[in-house]
C-alpha cells in the first residue's frame, strides 16, 4: 500500500467522522477499489464510525458496491448488537446502585448515543463508562464483584484509588462486557483539580428502556469528552473528536458553567487543545459560543500538565511526574510516590508480568530519568567557562 | 432496546440473552410502532409510507406484528 493511497483512505476516513457536522462540506463521492476498501474498512471498525460510515453510504458520499456495503453493514450490525448488550448491562446496573442509594453517572457511550447524536446508530461504543463519588467508589468495587465482574489490575497499593486514582476497569468473563469505573473523568493533575462531586450534582437524565439513567449535563459532557480527546489516546481517536463537536452544536451547553470550571478545574488549555485538535482533525469550524475558550490565555502550569499527556515523554513517565507535581502536600507526594516505586507485588505481577525481580524492571523509567539527568548534568559541566572579558 | 442497521433492525429486552434481528417488512412495522397504534392503523401508514396497497400488505403486517407480541418486544395495551 503506497503513501499516496493511504493518504486517500485517511482522507476518507475523516469524512466518514465528520459526516453531518455543521460547517462541514459534502465530500464528493469516494469509491474505493477492494484493496483501498479492505483497508477502510478495517481503520472504520478501529474507530467505531461504522453508524457514520453507512449514512455516508445512504447518502452517497462514499460510493460502494454491492459486497462492500454488504461487508460495512456486517460491521455495522456487529457493533449494533453489542451496543444493545452494553446497554442491557447499564439498566441492571443502574437498578443495582438505584437499590443502593448510590447517584452515579454513564460516561460518554450510550449517553451520548440517546442524547447528542440524532440517532442512537450513529455513535458506537464499546464499553461501559460510569462516574461514581469518590464515597462510593469501594462499595461500587464490591457490587461489581458481586455482579460477576473481575477487576483486570489491582490497585498499586491500598487506597490509591480513592486518594490519586482515576479508574479501574471491571470485567464479565461471562458477558465480555467491560465497566470502566471512574472517580473521577480526568486523567492525572486534571483528574486531581477536577470535582466530580459537582459534576454528580448536576447530573441529568437520559433514558434506556423506559427508564431514566443519570449523565452528565451537557457542559460536563462536553467536559469529559474534551479530557478524553486531548489526554487519552495519543493520536486522538476520531470518536472523542466527534464528540467534542457534536455536543457544542447539539448540546445544550451552559456556557459561563464551562468557563467557571476550566478556570477553578484548571482546564483552559485542555479544553483550547480539544477544540482546536477536533476542528484541525475533522475539518469543522469551532461554533461561535466555544470560540472563547481559544483565546484565553492558559496559565504555564496547565500547559506543562497537558504537555505531559500529547508528548512522547508520556509513555516513559512523564505523566507519573506532573501527576506527583499536582499531588497536593508532602505527605500525599511522598505516598504517592512510594506507591509508584515500591507498588504491591499483585500490582507488579499484573503490570509488568510475573518474574523474580518485577520492581528492577518496574524501575527502568526513573533509573533512565536519572541517567539522562546525570548525562546532561555532565554535558553542562564540558561547556567552557564564559569569558568575562566578552561581556564587558 | 433497539438500534437501526441499514433498513434492518436489531432489538432486545432488558434482560433478553437474545438479540433479534428485523429485516425488511419485520423492520418496517419496527418502525411504524413508533407510537401506539393498532394493526389497522399501522397497514394503512405503511402502505401510505411505501406506496403500496393496503389490502396486500395487510397479512404480512398481521403475521410481522405477531411474531414481535412472541418475542416480547411489542405487548398488546
Known amino acids: ?392 | 432496546l433497539w438500534r437501526r442497521a441499514g433498513t434492518d433492525v436489531v432489538a432486545t429486552l432488558p434482560d433478553a440473552k437474545d438479540v433479534q434481528e428485523l429485516r425488511g417488512g419485520a423492520a418496517a412495522v419496527w418502525l411504524g410502532l413508533d407510537e401506539p397504534t393498532n394493526t389497522a392503523e399501522l397497514t394503512r401508514l405503511l402502505a401510505e409510507v411505501y406506496t403500496m396497497d393496503p389490502a396486500v400488505i395487510a397479512g404480512d403486517v398481521e403475521v410481522a406484528v405477531e411474531k414481535l407480541m412472541q418475542v416480547g418486544l411489542v405487548v398488546a395495551s
Open chain 1, 1 to 392: 500500500v503506497t503513501r499516496t493511497v493511504l493518504d486517500k483512505i485517511e482522507r476518507a476516513v475523516m469524512a466518514i467522522a465528520a459526516h453531518g457536522l455543521d460547517g462541514v462540506q459534502e465530500p464528493d463521492p469516494f469509491r474505493p477499489s477492494d484493496a483501498e476498501w479492505n483497508q477502510m474498512l478495517a481503520r472504520i471498525s478501529l474507530e467505531r464510525i461504522s453508524g457514520l460510515a453507512m449514512e455516508s453510504a445512504r447518502l452517497g458520499s462514499l460510493a460502494l458496491d454491492d459486497r462492500q456495503l454488504d461487508e460495512l453493514l456486517e460491521l455495522h450490525r456487529g457493533a449494533m448488537v453489542w451496543a444493545l448488550r452494553v446497554e442491557q448491562k447499564i439498566i441492571t446496573l443502574a437498578a443495582m446502585f438505584d437499590n443502593e442509594g448510590i447517584r452515579f453517572a454513564v460516561l460518554k457511550g450510550a449517553s451520548l448515543a440517546h442524547t447528542i447524536y440524532s440517532e442512537s446508530c450513529l455513535r458506537s461504543f464499546a464499553d461501559v463508562d460510569l462516574l461514581v463519588g469518590t464515597g462510593d467508589y469501594r462499595r461500587v468495587c464490591g457490587l461489581l464483584e458481586r455482579a460477576g465482574h473481575v477487576r483486570r489490575q489491582p490497585e498499586p497499593r491500598p487506597g490509591f484509588d480513592v486518594r490519586f486514582g482515576r479508574a479501574s476497569v471491571h470485567k464479565n468473563p461471562s458477558d465480555g462486557v467491560e465497566v470502566d469505573l471512574h472517580r473521577t473523568p480526568g486523567w492525572g493533575p486534571f483528574g486531581l483539580w477536577v470535582d466530580p462531586e459537582e459534576l454528580l450534582d448536576r447530573r441529568e437524565a437520559f433514558v434506556l428502556a423506559g427508564r431514566p439513567i443519570g449523565r452528565l449535563n451537557d457542559a460536563g459532557v462536553l467536559l469529559n469528552v474534551a479530557m478524553h480527546a486531548s489526554l487519552g489516546a495519543r493520536p486522538p481517536k476520531l470518536v472523542p473528536l466527534r464528540d467534542i463537536l457534536q455536543v457544542m452544536a447539539r448540546g445544550e451547553i451552559e456556557w459561563d458553567l464551562l468557563a467557571r470550571w476550566a478556570r477553578d478545574w484548571r482546564l483552559a488549555a485542555v479544553l483550547q487543545h480539544a477544540f482546536t485538535t477536533a476542528s484541525g482533525t475533522l475539518h469543522a469550524p469551532v461554533p461561535v459560543p466555544a470560540r472563547g475558550f481559544l483565546v484565553v490565555r492558559a496559565p504555564k502550569r496547565e500547559i506543562r500538565a497537558l504537555k505531559a499527556y500529547t508528548d512522547e515523554g508520556r509513555e516513559r513517565g512523564g505523566a507519573a511526574l506532573a501527576t506527583l507535581r499536582a499531588v497536593p502536600g508532602v505527605s500525599d507526594k511522598l505516598a504517592y510516590a512510594a506507591a509508584l516505586v515500591l507498588p504491591d507485588r499483585e500490582f507488579l505481577t499484573a503490570r509488568v508480568g510475573p518474574g523474580p525481580t518485577p520492581h528492577l524492571r518496574r524501575w527502568r523509567v526513573p533509573v533512565g530519568w536519572a541517567r539522562a539527568r546525570i548525562a546532561g548534568l555532565g554535558r553542562r559541566s564540558k561547556r567552557p567557562a564564559p569569558d568575562p572579558a566578552r561581556n564587558r
